[in-house]
């Protein structure tokens, strides 16, 4: 499993400024980093996976968004023309990406999962917390360095939610 440790060393190497916060107690997922650092959600970032089922077959897809703007299933399956979407299962989570689940950093995912980043993310410079892959830290850094790190199809949504558009790039596979 990817830690802290792991992110860190990389972004060093990368020569991006950020800092490993120490949490005062120990959390169980994403949702909680605004109580335990006193944060806005909308400055607390989340990984989601699913479980898409397309007509390709099965498989995980990650949406980083923030904690207040969560994705919502059908929104992701309306974009990806997906027949079906669930929540992934904590083992598919783990497996996917490498992390805890609950506590999937957007950093360092594997080149062959799918991940949409939502695109209220991009229009932002403010610092960002996100999970390490551990229950006690926090990544903190700059919105605009995280999603040029992210290697991921930025996506709309906000816009989304009402219009529910199919995008036009397949799944990774």
């Known amino acids: 499993m990817k830690d802290a440790l792991a992110i860190h060393r990389w972004l060093l190497?990368?020569?991006v400024h950020h800092?490993?916060?120490r949490l005062p107690s120990a959390m169980t997922c994403a949702?909680?980093?605004p109580e335990l650092l006193a944060a806005s959600p909308a400055t607390c970032v989340a990984v989601t996976v699913f479980e898409v089922t397309t007509r390709l077959g099965r498989q995980p897809v990650a949406v980083v968004a923030s904690v207040?703007?969560?994705p919502m299933p059908g929104v992701v399956g309306g974009i990806l023309g997906a027949r079906r979407v669930r929540p992934a299962s904590a083992f598919t989570v783990n497996s996917a990406?490498?992390?805890a689940a609950g506590l999937v950093c957007p950093l360092l995912l594997p080149d062959g999962l799918t991940v949409l980043v939502d695109g209220?993310?991009?229009n932002s410079d403010e610092v960002v917390h996100t999970p390490t892959g551990e229950r006690?830290?926090?990544l903190l850094i700059r919105a605009d360095h995280l999603l040029t790190l992210v290697s991921g199809k930025t996506i709309d949504l906000a816009q989304s939610r009402s219009r529910r558009e199919q995008?036009?790039?397949p799944l990774a596979g």
């Open 13 to 15: 190497a990368h020569q």
């Open 167 to 169: 995008a036009t790039f």
């Open 136 to 138: 006690r830290t926090a």
């Open 68 to 70: 207040d703007s969560p």
């Open 120 to 122: 209220r993310l991009a």
């Open 31 to 33: 949702e909680e980093l």
């Open 19 to 21: 800092e490993i916060v």
């Open 97 to 99: 990406t490498d992390y």
